[in-house]
């Protein structure tokens, strides 16, 4: 379960900037 739990926190955290038209680029980098 910790890796899915992780696995949601890793594709949250990809497509929050996204969808926020890449509003924080830096928290990826």
């Known amino acids: ?10 594709v949250g955290l990809v497509i929050a900037p996204i969808l926020g038209d890449g509003h924080m680029p830096k928290l990826i980098k």
Not at 1 to 10: A, E, F, S, V
């Open 1 to 10: 379960m910790n890796i899915l739990i992780k696995l949601t926190c890793l």
